[in-house]
């Protein structure tokens, strides 16, 4: 299964812009990146998800290097509802709903 | 549009005893899935199934874990005979047409070992 690498945490103040990176060296061709976000004692919650092109939804927006072996997920304007656990995903092309999840990024919200 | 729902939300069991979680998927949703999130660890998909039919149960432990989706009602994640290694926060999600689709998740179903 192909890995993902996240940093294991980072900080924001609020009303700011988040940038999320993820590396994933190990893509294959038809994995699609997917996030999802965790808040505390919750179930995750879809965030975002593409293949090759940029994508924006009224969450966020999904930034995908041309080689595909990185994304970054980003929070245009950072709330302290957005504090919770970025997971980084790979989903492969086989229908199983196996989703690997790693570590993620734990976000702090600065008020 | 109620969400994913799961009961109980806790559930507390002596070792030895059945576990029985339960998972109601979105209206519309025939595709479940089941994760489940130890104590500091991230979460682990244990089972797909489509009504009727276990489509991928990798993650299943292959003793005293079971899981079934039947034709009428919820989902059922079954533990025979629980330890205290069992406790953990089980997660259950759904989706409309298959794995390819994003995934919605319950709120979870924390099961303590006594």
């Known amino acids: 299964d192909a890995k993902t690498t996240q940093p294991n945490s980072m900080e924001s103040n609020e009303e700011e812009p988040v940038h999320l990176p993820c590396n994933h060296s190990?893509?294959?061709?038809?994995?699609?990146i997917h996030w999802y976000r965790q808040l505390p004692s919750q179930g995750p919650e879809y965030v975002i998800h593409?293949?090759?092109s940029n994508v924006n939804n009224r969450m966020a927006s999904l930034a995908i290097a041309e080689d595909r072996k990185s994304s970054t997920l980003i929070l245009h304007r950072a709330t302290l509802r957005d504090a919770a656990v970025y997971y980084c995903i790979l989903q492969p092309s086989s229908n199983t709903g196996k989703l690997i999840f790693g570590q993620g990024t734990t976000l702090q919200v600065k008020p | 549009n109620a969400g994913v729902m799961q009961n109980p939300r806790h559930l507390v069991r002596r070792r030895g005893q059945e576990a029985r979680l339960r998972c109601s998927p979105m209206k519309g949703h025939s595709h479940v899935y089941w994760y489940r999130q130890l104590p500091e660890e991230g979460l682990k998909f244990m089972v797909y199934?489509?009504?009727?039919?276990?489509?991928?149960e990798s993650g299943m432990p292959k003793e005293r874990f079971s899981a079934e989706f039947p034709k009428e009602g919820p989902s059922i994640l079954r533990i025979q005979q629980v330890v205290r290694g069992d406790s953990a926060a089980y997660f259950c999600?759904?989706?409309?047409?298959?794995?390819?689709?994003?995934?919605?998740f319950g709120s979870g179903t924390q099961l303590s070992v006594l």
């Open positions: 593409g293949l090759t």
């Open positions: 190990t893509i294959s061709g038809t994995d699609y």
């Open positions: 999600a759904s989706s409309p047409r298959g794995a390819r689709e994003k995934l919605f």
């Open positions: 199934l489509q009504k009727e039919n276990i489509i991928d």
